[in-house]
């Protein structure tokens, strides 16, 4: 594999102060601004994270989304909606045994939660 992995993402909203400010309250990121640069930052993730390119017949394409882990996806549907976003695709359970749902925050742009299948007990 060549050493080109995603480094950075970005995300356009129609109103970058509200769009931070959601995923401040629902992820409790600790997202700052740049006056300089009028941006947020948004803190690095610990590793790259993998990806995977595919066709989505049911979505307005093209689109590029994120997914975010969380330990409770049905918690955070609630806490997504309670913040002003909107749950586009409820939580369905994959192949895998995860959990993933997709939502858009406040101005539009969709984003996606991932639950990690529970371990099975012995």
């Given at each position: ?27 409790d990121w600790d997202i700052s601004y740049d006056a300089d ?65 997709l939502f858009s925050e406040p101005s539009g742009v969709i ?12």
């Amino acid at each position: 594999m060549a050493n080109t992995p995603i480094v950075f993402w970005e995300l356009a909203s129609h109103d970058a102060d509200k769009s931070a400010q959601f995923l401040k309250d629902v992820f409790d990121w600790d997202i700052s601004y740049d006056a300089d640069a009028n941006f947020y930052d948004v803190p690095a993730f610990d590793k790259p994270v993998p990806g995977g390119i595919f066709t989505l017949r049911r979505a307005r394409l093209p689109f590029l989304t994120i997914y975010i882990r969380v330990d409770d996806i049905d918690a955070m549907v609630t806490r997504v909606e309670e913040h002003g976003g909107y749950i586009v695709d409820p939580p369905i359970v994959i192949d895998s045994g995860s959990k993933i749902c997709l939502f858009s925050e406040p101005s539009g742009v969709i984003l996606a939660m991932y639950e990690p299948a529970k371990a099975k007990e012995e």
